[in-house]
């Protein structure tokens, strides 16, 4: 019952995103269905069906995240406050004011350098990516990069993977008795945050080929992002983590609009 509780938890705020995510696609899919040619598309399934199957795959990775978490997280000192409050019955939600200013911070400090790198990069990206700089940020897709990226992301990436490769660790190195040490939580947090970008890849792909200089930008940008956060889920918990993500896109939508009208 109590991993039932959990589950039941986490699976409910990671599908929102994923609900949002598929009804946004959906324009996406049909400018990539259009390239293709007659006899290929013959063969494709109904946009119907390729959005089903989209949200199905990203259900399964949801519910096996949240798996993982359920048994890795506690075991090696990570922690989230809802289940904290709804699960373990903890007196109130231990989310105190300066975990949330960190959170946010976090966000601001994080939406700078990224745009900031993403502007030095300019000149040598392709021009397809050049030209969404100035674009005005479309709020549908933001409030998607929220709730997809903000919750569901970070319960596949934090709670998920970065659990998982604590505890593959902690075992491994044979620390069970106490808790891992720094070095084991920072490990994980980069390479959480490499897996991070890497899985931001095909989206970029999507836009235009995968040249070097574009897989290192994803890398790059998605990597500080997910070490930020990574390091607001082994300092404070899942929300902190959670809150900075849905800031960062927040404070994103906020500065690209305003830079798009100066431009």
């Not at 891992?180 to 991070?196: R, S």
């Not at 990597?223 to 849905?246: K, N, P, R, V």
């Amino acid at each position: 019952m109590v991993v039932l509780k959990q589950f039941g938890i986490l699976f409910v705020l990671g599908i929102a995103g994923i609900a949002m995510l598929a009804i946004t696609s959906v324009s996406l899919v049909e400018q990539q269905l259009a390239k293709l040619s007659p006899e290929i598309l013959a063969n494709v399934p109904p946009l119907w069906v390729l959005m089903l199957l989209q949200a199905l795959q990203l259900t399964v990775l949801l519910a096996i995240s949240i798996l993982i978490g359920i048994g890795c997280a506690y075991r090696v000192g990570l922690r989230s406050h809802l289940i904290d409050y709804w699960v373990f019955h903890t007196p109130k939600i231990p989310y105190s004011v300066i975990e949330m200013k960190w959170s946010l911070g976090v966000g601001a400090a994080t939406t700078i350098i990224v745009l900031l790198l993403d502007r030095f990069m300019k000149p040598v990206l392709p021009e397809a990516l050049q030209a969404s700089h100035h674009t005005e940020p479309n709020w549908l897709s933001s409030l998607t990069a929220m709730l997809y990226g903000g919750i569901t992301e970070e319960i596949l990436m934090r709670w998920g993977l970065m659990s998982l490769l604590v505890w593959i660790a902690w075992k491994g190195l044979k620390q069970g008795v106490t808790l891992p040490n720094q070095g084991i939580y920072q490990g994980a947090i980069v390479l959480a945050a490499l897996v991070f970008g890497l899985l931001h890849l095909p989206a970029t792909a999507a836009i235009v080929p995968l040249t070097p200089v574009v897989i290192i930008r994803a890398l790059l940008l998605n990597g500080i992002a997910g070490i930020g956060f990574g390091w607001l889920f082994w300092q404070y918990s899942l929300e902190a983590a959670m809150l900075a993500h849905i800031s960062f896109h927040a404070f994103t939508f906020v500065l690209s609009g305003l830079l798009a009208r100066l431009a």
